[in-house]
């Protein structure tokens, strides 16, 4: 009994040795792979149930795994599209098959880090044919509400329809300084004009020209101007599309604000004093105008200093050609025109699992969830337990090739110890036969 335990022990031995050399030869060759995660082998014993007269050897079991959990170093690359995950977490791609599935059909996967291009169809992918996936963004750059438990609300990341665009203005807000001393008496009434370009939904770029006139009294001052509106777009001779009435305080803890109920709106023009905003009906939609709340310094002042335009912005942007695309460190995919307006296309999540060496190996670098792992959850970059997604990076391979060299030579020194227990038991079984002699 004992010399046939020995025999299978051997045998054990040079089986399992076999296994942990297959995976050593596999880290050595991806050593420069990117996104490669290291295989390893536990070993582990097993016992036999033992006789007071005797010793019966039981073995060794080995048991293969990949060290998912573990991350490579980083190193910067020129491409914007080269991402990596920096910690914990995967981010979602698909195959071949599932660009144009139904997201329940689509394959869905898990990848460290890639080298992504625009393919013909403007898909973003890699060279082994792995697709990233992403949640669409709306207008306003906006993910809203989606599933973060499974891929259904995840889309192909596509870049090709978002080759031009043109963002509409709906939003001007103005830092002005009305002269004080042209509402005084003796005041030549001289209006001050702002042109103020904006954009329309379709790229176009418009002028809206405000004009204020100050109230010359007999006597003092008035503190009141009369504001009108015009827009380029409405073609000549313009027409007003909003008139406005403002009085200032002079008080000593007001002076020079907005007085409390001194704007007066009308033709066509609405004015909230809560928000401080001036609503306009352009031809392509609503446009607030930021004027100042009363009794705020922010917006338009009347103080005794030159008109001056100090602050005045708005939001939107002409058409635009897609020059590059670029990923942040929270996942949002953005847009980079040659207007030098941004806009965000997609969110990148990372996944993440309860045992991240329970995943399933694929080709490619890619993993699967399986019943091992437990449940996916897709994370927003840099919050809970993930890392911040970097871009023009990628995750070098987490092989070691000094340790793995280490590993190769015991492994060889462990199978040669094997065959030799099993040529041991050879030669004592020989000796065992010859008795017969």
Avoid: C
Avoid at 242 to 262: E, K, Q, V
Avoid at 309 to 332: F, H, M, R
Avoid at 342 to 353: A, S
């Amino acid at each position: 009994m004992s010399i046939s335990s020995s025999l299978n022990a051997g045998v054990m031995g040079l089986n399992s040795n076999s296994s942990r050399l297959s995976a050593i030869s596999d880290n050595i060759a991806n050593s420069s792979t990117y996104g490669y995660k290291r295989s390893q082998v536990d070993f582990s014993s097993m016992v036999l149930q033992q006789q007071s007269s005797a010793y019966a050897a039981g073995g060794v079991r080995v048991t293969a795994f990949k060290d998912i959990a573990a991350t490579g170093s980083l190193i910067s690359t020129g491409n914007a599209t080269d991402l990596a995950v920096s910690g914990r977490g995967l981010v979602p791609v698909t195959d071949n098959t599932g660009v144009n599935s139904l997201s329940s059909e689509r394959s869905l996967m898990l990848l460290p880090t890639g080298s992504f291009y625009a393919d013909e169809s403007g898909n973003l992918r890699t060279q082994s044919g792995l697709f990233l996936l992403g949640w669409p963004a709306n207008s306003d750059g906006e993910i809203g509400n989606v599933s973060r438990n499974s891929g259904t609300d995840l889309e192909p990341v596509n870049i090709a329809a978002s080759q031009y665009t043109a963002s509409p203005t709906s939003r001007i807000e103005l830092g002005i300084n009305l002269p004080a001393d042209a509402t005084t008496a003796g005041g030549t009434g001289e209006a001050y004009t702002l042109p103020i370009e904006y954009f329309d939904n379709l790229g176009r770029a418009q002028t809206l020209s405000i004009e204020f006139t100050p109230s010359v009294p007999a006597t003092g001052s008035s503190n009141d101007w009369t504001v009108q509106i015009f827009d380029s777009a409405n073609g000549n001779p313009l027409t007003s599309i909003g008139d406005l009435a403002i009085s200032f305080a002079d008080s000593a803890a007001n002076g020079g604000r907005i007085d409390t109920g001194g704007v007066t709106a009308s033709n066509g023009a609405t004015y909230d004093d809560a928000t401080g905003t001036v609503t306009l009906s352009l031809p392509h939609g609503n446009v607030e105008v930021f004027i100042g709340r009363p009794n705020d310094s922010a917006g338009i002042t009347q103080l005794s200093a030159n008109f001056s335009p100090t602050s005045v912005s708005k939001d939107g942007a002409p058409i635009g050609d897609l020059q590059s695309v670029e990923i942040d460190e929270n996942g949002y995919l953005q847009a980079i025109y040659n207007t030098g307006f941004r806009r965000t296309l997609y969110q990148i999540p990372v996944g993440d699992v309860p045992n991240m060496n329970g995943l399933k190996a694929l080709d490619g670098q890619a993993f699967r969830v399986s019943a091992e792992s437990g449940n996916l959850y897709l994370w927003d970059a840099g919050t809970g337990p993930v890392g911040s997604i970097e871009g023009y990076a990628l995750m070098e391979s987490t092989t070691d090739i000094a340790a793995e060299l280490t590993d190769l030579i015991e492994t060889q020194r462990a199978y040669s110890s094997s065959a030799k227990i099993v040529q041991t038991v050879d030669e004592m079984l020989q000796e065992t036969t010859n008795l017969k002699r």
